[in-house]
């Protein structure tokens, strides 16, 4: 059975700090990219990082760019998002997602596997 299960998140306030982590079991880990979305309250999901298969790291929405730091640890089969000097529009459901590849991509519709998500919210 594949599995995703996300876990860090929490309540903060404005300019604290969270690691969010994505355990994996159920599919050949070295095998997927693995991605962050977040989804805010009647917004769409919008993906956040990224890191493939190789290492590579893909980061997208310009507002979270040099705050946020993706990897992977392959022995755990887990992937981590910290996310540092958080803002109150950060605040969102965080999913992790799994596309088979080598390779990232910035939409929803092109993963594979989804886990349920983990809850951010930051005050200001």
């Known amino acids: 059975e594949v599995q995703l299960v996300e876990s860090g998140g929490g309540s903060v306030q404005a300019g604290g700090t969270l690691r969010l982590s994505c355990a994996t079991s159920?599919?050949?880990?070295?095998?997927?990219?693995i991605a962050w979305f977040r989804q805010g309250q009647g917004k769409d999901r919008e993906a956040v990082s990224c890191i493939s298969s190789t290492d590579s790291v893909t980061d997208w929405p310009n507002s979270m760019k040099g705050r946020i730091a993706i990897s992977r640890d392959t022995a755990e089969k887990t992937v981590f998002l910290q996310i540092k000097n958080l803002k109150p529009e950060d605040t969102a459901d965080y999913y992790c997602a799994a596309l088979w590849g080598r390779l990232c991509h910035p939409g929803a519709h092109a993963y594979d596997y989804w886990g349920q998500g983990t809850h951010v919210s930051v005050s200001a």
């Open positions: 159920g599919f050949t880990f070295d095998s997927y990219a």
